[in-house]
T-cell receptor, first 117, second 114 residues
Framework: EAGVAQSPRYKIIEKRQSVAFWCNPI?????LYWYQQILGQGPKLLIQ????????DSQLPKDRFSAERLKGVDSTLKIQPAKLEDSAVYLC???????????????FGPGTRLTVT | AQKITQTQPGMFVQEKEAVTLDCTYD???????LFWYKQPSSGEMIFLIY??????QNATEGRYSLNFQKARKSANLVISASQLGDSAMYFC???????????FGPGTRLSVLP
């Protein structure tokens, strides 16, 4: 079974530029998550989709970040314009079940390391 | 307030010995799930073990066990017979209710010494 795919793996941009990340979850997984992991910290949830609907985007900085999951499969996360503090690893994860208090563990992709200069 | 607290920034353990990584959580929701993930230096997050708030028994997965003390709101990870490959960051995480507030703790860096 193929895992969660992400691209690109690395990206370097200048501040005020825009960038987009792509995620392809495990086949059949209804729930998709985007996390931001700043160096030395735990991942922070940015947005959570179930199929193509948003379940939780309370921590997404909506003035500069956007995400979509068309057709309930692939997802893209965009930053426009980027700031220095956006330098982090962006992790995509997917899970089989609904986002309830249950044992549906999340499977993570390899992440995209973003450096904003 | 911190939802997940991991008070040990770093831990050392001798190979083949057992080690306990601490995790305390804060929630008022009666339905929640607790997870432990391992993140090696390569960066991927690897699921280790899960404990549901209504589970009567402590979860176990191979060398991993979760010491769940609900009244104390703690969910410590116990790794038995440590191996050099266990050296990594370990994160405790919690999911509350339906689709809300999935949070990770700050992590504990475990180093296994030969």
């Amino acid at each position: 079974e193929a895992g969660v795919a992400q691209s690109p793996r690395y990206k370097i941009i200048e501040k005020r530029q825009s960038v987009a990340f792509w995620c392809n979850p495990i086949s059949g997984h209804a729930t998709l998550y985007w996390y931001q992991q700043i160096l030395g910290q735990g991942p922070k949830l940015l947005i959570q989709f179930q199929n193509n609907g948003v379940v939780d985007d309370s921590q997404l900085p909506k003035d500069r970040f956007s995400a979509e999951r068309l057709k309930g499969v692939d997802s893209t996360l965009k930053i426009q314009p980027a700031k220095l503090e956006d330098s982090a690893v962006y992790l995509c994860a997917s899970s089989l079940g609904p986002p309830a208090g249950s044992g549906y563990e999340q499977y993570f992709g390899p992440g995209t390391r973003l450096t904003v200069t | 307030a911190q939802k997940i607290t991991q008070t040990q920034p770093g831990m050392f353990v001798q190979e083949k010995e057992a080690v306990t990584l601490d995790c305390t959580y804060d929630t008022s929701d009666p339905s929640y799930g607790l997870f432990w993930y391992k993140q090696p230096s390569s960066g991927e997050m690897i699921f280790l073990i899960y404990q549901g708030s209504y589970d009567q028994q402590n979860a176990t997965e191979g060398r991993y066990s979760l010491n769940f003390q609900k009244a104390r709101k703690s969910a410590n990870l116990v790794i038995s017979a440590s191996q050099l490959g266990d050296s990594a960051m370990y994160f405790c995480a919690m999911r509350e209710g339906y689709g809300q507030n999935f949070v990770f703790g700050p992590g504990t860096r475990l180093s296994v010494l030969p």
